[in-house]
């Protein structure tokens, strides 16, 4: 089992900046990719932004340009950073890490716990 560990949430003004983190706790499991989720009060959980082992991103297209996803992967370590934030982006942030355990050929999704972010004045 891998424990995600999130920190960073807490409640902001609209146009303020949050940086999330989020630590995998074990080193064995390769992890390929890692991704940043959301979910607001009554709406489905969705993809705000992830990055892979190769480095390449994918961002939502509500928060290009405001959002940077990045990873210290000898830290097996991801972060979000968020800029110009909105009233919209109040969210529960949930991280995720997908990858694999020594020989073993499936591949396995673990989440963190979540951490809110409110975007107030």
């Known amino acids: 089992q891998v424990q995600l ?16 983190s989020c630590a995998a706790s074990e080193s064995i499991f390769s992890i390929n990719a890692m991704g940043w989720y959301r979910q607001a009060p009554g709406k489905q959980r969705e993809l705000v932004a992830s990055t892979t082992s190769g ?17 210290e992967n000898a830290k097996n370590t991801v972060y979000l950073q968020m800029n110009s934030l909105k009233p919209e982006d109040t969210a529960v942030y949930y991280c995720n890490a997908l990858g694999r355990w020594p020989g073993d050929f499936s591949s396995y999704v673990y989440w ?8 107030s004045s």
């Open 5 to 20: 560990v999130e920190s960073g949430g807490g409640l902001v003004q609209p146009g303020g900046s949050l940086r999330l």
């Open 55 to 71: 480095d390449s991103t994918n961002y939502a297209d509500s928060v290009k340009g405001r959002f940077t996803i990045s990873r």
């Open 112 to 119: 963190g716990q979540g951490t809110q972010v409110t975007v």
